[in-house]
């Protein structure tokens, strides 16, 4: 192994934050994927030298580590086989639905459980390598709820924070696993456990007597080992400056304009952006669409839709089959309400880079984020960030984490189709000093809330001093 393997902070996550190139001439080089983790978290690990711990998205043997813009990364190798089980497996049709409510029935198999204990400790053993004495240790989100109680057995001196993304349920649903016990006592390793919002810190904290017989006090709980355990909301946000900056520059302001011009100058676009999951509300808000264009309350071509669907976890039935509803229900709305040349909801399932996405949200007059269930929604907060003219309506689930901090945005239901109908429509035709007074509102809470304070307010959560956290993008 390169160099020693001794940070003082380290991030553990599924994933690291690189994807692979491969040169022309054969060679291998990493560059960088966009993300608000990475940007929120680099200056730390830059200024720490920290490690990043993940798998490289390869399967099969990991390459050894390397130092990428200033970040020590340590690749984990996951074989063809715990990609199935402990990823979209355990991870992806078990933890996933479970934790959303379960809007899809979660798939409970023992043979992925095992998958998902073998590689969580392989996770944590490398952690226990890298970390250096009394180092503090970032592990997120659902893949591996198990590394804190592990690492801690392995290296009782390091501090443990974790950060599940997704919502956590409630006690009932969170009943139904099979491995409740372990994946509890996993979370409860942690010094810090925080979530998106206070409803699932609440959620975390009632399990614990209720499975555990622990006596939680506010936000902290006595674990069985005598250790206290926080648990509370850090709801996070996006680097608001850069996406303001991506937003203003001349190549998205023109490329805006040509997309305009591509869809026929419509009125209005309505805009909706999501990975392709069944959490999303995607068949829902389609259907709200349709239903508005049969009652004639819209009409084609003045006002036409605009569907992302980015590929998502394609070898899991559950999102294979929405794939398939959701292009049969645009491929029927554009046969009962497009024209030759003007569909009536263009939808794009790619993937596309941060100009190409800022240029959507700025010809996006109402833009339509509806999922059932989620733990924040950064789309929104891209949307609101991208509106530098403070216009433009969000049309927003209350069941996004999103909602508690986007308060001014148009509320819906997302379960009742004719609350998500009626948001659309009220967001198209509210005044615009409505949608300017509302936009403007939520830009400005943005800007005091955006990815580097949801970090700040974590570590300092987990102890680190204010000061040691306020680094700068350019340190
Ligand atoms: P996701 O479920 O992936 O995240 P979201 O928060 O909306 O949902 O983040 C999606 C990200 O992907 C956004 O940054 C968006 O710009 C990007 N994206 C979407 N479509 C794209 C496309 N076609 N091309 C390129 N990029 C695209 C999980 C949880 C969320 C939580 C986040 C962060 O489910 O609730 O907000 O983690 O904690």
């Known amino acids: 192994m390169p160099e020693s393997a001794e940070s003082s902070f380290l991030v553990v996550a599924n994933r690291l934050p690189v994807d692979r190139l491969t040169t022309p001439d054969g060679e291998t080089r ?4 966009p993300g608000g983790l990475v940007t929120a978290l680099q200056p730390v690990l830059r200024a720490e030298a920290g490690t990043w711990v993940g798998w490289s998205g390869d399967e099969g043997a990991a390459p050894e580590p390397f130092t990428l813009d200033g970040m020590r990364l340590s ?9 199935r089980d402990y990823y979209e497996g355990f991870s992806n049709a078990t933890l996933w639905p479970l934790y959303h409510d379960a809007v899809e029935q979660p798939a409970f198999h023992r043979h992925w459980w095992r998958s998902y204990e073998r590689v969580n400790r392989r996770f944590a053993e490398r952690a226990a390598e890298e970390a250096g004495r009394d180092a503090l240790v970032w592990v997120q989100d659902y893949q591996l709820q198990l590394v804190p109680a592990m690492l801690r057995k392995l290296r009782p001196d390091v501090r443990i924070g974790f950060f599940l993304h997704i919502p956590f349920p409630p006690t009932e649903l969170f009943m139904q696993l099979p491995n409740r016990l372990e994946v509890l006592r996993g979370l409860l390793g942690a010094d810090v456990v925080g979530f998106q919002s206070p ?5 975390f904290l009632r399990l614990t007597r209720q499975l555990l017989d622990l006596r939680p006090r506010g936000h902290r709980v006595v674990a069985e080992d005598g250790r206290e355990v926080l648990a509370e909301s850090f709801p996070i946000s996006i680097d608001v400056t850069e996406t303001e900056a991506v937003a203003g520059t001349d190549v998205v302001k023109d490329r805006a304009a040509e997309l305009r011009r591509e869809l026929g100058e419509p009125r209005h676009v309505i805009l909706g952006v999501d990975r392709l999951d069944y959490t999303k509300g995607i068949e829902q808000r389609i259907k709200a669409f349709r239903e508005l264009l049969s009652d ?15 590929p998502s976890r394609e070898r899991v039935e559950h999102y294979r089959a929405l794939r398939r509803t959701v292009e049969r229900e645009v491929g029927r709305i554009n046969g009962d309400y497009g024209r030759v040349g003007v569909p009536a909801v ?42 530098l003219e403070n216009d433009g309506a969000l049309v927003l689930s209350e069941f996004a984490g999103a909602a508690a901090d986007l308060r001014q945005a148009f509320l819906v239901n997302p379960h009742d189709l004719d609350a ?21 509102a939520m830009r400005r809470y943005l800007r005091g809330h955006d990815v580097k304070h949801w970090a700040r307010g974590f570590l300092t959560a987990l102890g680190v001093p204010e000061t040691a956290t306020a680094y700068d993008s350019d340190n």
């Open 30 to 33: 990493w560059r960088r994927s």
């Open 346 to 387: 263009h939808y794009l399932h790619q993937s596309y880079n941060r100009r190409e996405l800022a240029a959507l949200y700025r010809i996006a007059d109402v833009m339509v984020v509806t999922p059932l269930r989620d733990g924040m929604n950064l789309v929104a907060k891209e949307y609101v960030a991208t509106r």
């Open 296 to 310: 004639g309350e819209l009409s084609v071509p003045d006002v036409v839709m605009v569907q992302v669907a980015t």
């Open 199 to 203: 409803g699932a810190a609440q959620n």
């Open 75 to 83: 690749p984990v190798s996951l074989t063809g086989e715990e990609l």
């Open 420 to 440: 998500v109908k009626s948001g659309m429509l009220t967001a198209i035709r509210a005044p615009v000093e409505d949608r300017r007074r509302r936009m403007k």
